[in-house]
């Protein structure tokens, strides 16, 4: 997508974009490529990145059909673990053929899709939270603090009535909610004050305008956003999906000419190029970024979880969403609608809702881009992204510093974003128009081992994160 011309101040707000830098390490890209097995029933287990695995686990999926039981990553071994309901040794061979660790198990999807169906029955109650976990090969259900007396009561009784073979009770710390009240992205005035938050992945949306996701609870919440707190709107929802089945906004930027780029912003004049939407995969280590926390990195631990949040407008009614990502990924008010990444760049999800914080845990929900992509119409990508440039993208690419720390370089007002071409921002550059060339040096990991210099034009004048915030 080309533009006649880029604005000075470029709604380019870096993606995911802080003012201060988590205490969580950026890891290195995996070296290891999937690797080609000899042939034959007995042929080892691949070794797998996370995106690999996600792809075998799809393919697994179609072919093994009924018995495919579900799948997770052993990071550890980066491997895939593939689920296989007993008593079929045909089908068994043949995902050991594919590359799969294949462990045989009781419960078959259609099972646990039951299991899932009657709680959403008999138990969908504020503060609840449900998925199949492929690890235990059951559902496990979170009940969080505010689950307590007649409710807990009802919860408990519905969850020892499914079996103790099919689901399991946790109690969650916190309380499942939105975290709508704060971001540093994106601001949108309303009648109750400012609502805040976070841009999770600029796209291009399907009439070729340019846009970007973020949360739907936040593109419900308010119509018009802005990239400063008292600054005018610079785009305008388009779609919003919340509640029901996912959490998602497309909002479209109103100047036609809008440059974006695809990169994560993650502190310290670091960013992290996104070069494709990707399902996620049990097991998998995902890199989370927001303005209250900065960067945090977890795990996922559950798929097309349904979480039952209490309603902002009905006391006594409950906001159900389904499909989402479940992560022990920590996450505060103000991280909402924030990028989910993976280390290689792909772009997993955007920041829904969850319970805990960064201090003592807890968990979080993400709505999966590939879902909000396909359900707006909308493609990942933009114009003026350089393929293969930012720190942490594709093989071939540059890495981002693991040992920044937070606040260097990343100062609040104007900062990182703008027609970033190649490379990553230098991490001197400090808050304000950062027009000049970006330093985008650094080794490369992967497949293509080596240094993947970056080094382009970075004319980073734009907007990024005012660190003022205001509750919802």
């Known amino acids: 997508m080309s533009h006649k011309r880029i604005p000075k101040r470029k709604a380019a707000i870096a993606v995911g974009g802080v003012a201060a830098l988590g205490a969580a390490a950026f890891l ?18 691949k070794t797998l990145k996370a995106t690999g695995a996600s792809n075998l686990a799809a393919q697994l999926q179609t072919l093994l059909g009924q018995a495919f039981a579900g799948s997770y990553y052993d990071s550890a071994k980066q491997q895939l673990v593939v689920n296989v309901v007993k008593g079929d040794n045909n089908v068994i061979a ?24 009657t709680l959403k029955t008999k138990a969908t109650i ?6 199949v976990d492929p690890k235990t090969n059951k559902v496990v259900v979170s009940a969080d603090s505010t689950v307590t007396g007649a409710k807990w009561d009802t919860l408990q009784s519905t969850v020892q009535g499914l079996g103790s073979n099919m689901a399991t009770l946790k109690k969650s710390s916190g309380t499942f909610k939105t975290l709508v009240s704060g971001g540093d992205a994106i601001f949108s005035q309303v009648q109750n004050g400012t609502v ?3 841009l999770g992945f600029n796209v291009t949306a399907s009439d070729g305008s340019p846009a970007f996701l973020t949360a739907g609870h936040c593109g419900v919440a308010a119509k018009d956003w802005s990239d400063s707190e008292t600054g005018q709107p610079i785009a305008t929802v388009d779609q919003a999906q919340f509640p029901g089945n996912g959490d998602f906004s497309l909002v479209k930027y109103n100047d036609a000419t809008t440059q974006t780029t695809s990169d994560v912003n993650i502190g310290n004049g670091q960013t992290v190029a996104i070069n494709q939407a990707v399902d996620a995969t049990v097991g998998e280590t995902v890199f989370r970024m927001g303005s209250t926390t900065g960067l945090h990195d977890g795990q996922v631990t559950g798929l097309d979880a349904t979480v039952n949040f209490q309603s902002e407008t009905d006391p006594n009614g409950v906001d159900t969403v389904t499909g989402l990502i479940q992560t022990n990924v920590c996450a505060e008010a103000g991280d909402s609608g924030g990028s989910l990444f993976t280390q290689d760049g792909g772009a997993v999800g955007m920041t829904s809702g969850g319970s805990g914080d960064c201090t003592s845990g807890g968990e ?3 709505q999966p881009v590939t879902a909000a992509l396909q359900a707006t119409g909308a493609t990942l990508g933009d114009a003026g992204a350089g393929a293969g440039a930012g720190a942490g993208a594709g093989d071939a690419s540059a890495t981002a510093d693991p040992s920044a720390t937070a606040g260097d370089g990343t100062g609040a007002g104007d900062q990182a974003g703008g027609d970033q071409i190649g490379g990553t921002a230098d991490p001197s550059a400090t808050a304000g128009d950062q027009s000049g060339t970006g330093d985008g040096t650094g080794t490369g990991t992967g497949d293509q081992s080596g240094t993947g210099v970056g080094t382009g034009t970075g004319d980073q004048s734009g907007t990024g994160a005012d660190n003022t915030s205001s509750s919802h």
Not at 98 to 113: C, D, I, K, M, W
Not at 126 to 131: D, H, L, R
Request: hydrophobic share 45%; net charge neutral.
């Open 28 to 45: 290195l890209p995996m070296a290891n490529a999937s690797q080609d097995n000899a042939s034959g029933a007995t042929a080892a287990p």
């Open 94 to 117: 043949q995902a050991e053929q594919a590359g799969a660790v294949v462990r045989q198990v009781q419960n078959s999807t259609s099972a646990l899709e039951a299991v899932a169906k």
């Open 126 to 131: 504020p503060g609840t939270a449900w998925a």
């Open 196 to 198: 805040r938050c976070s």
């Open 364 to 366: 979080t929900f993400f």
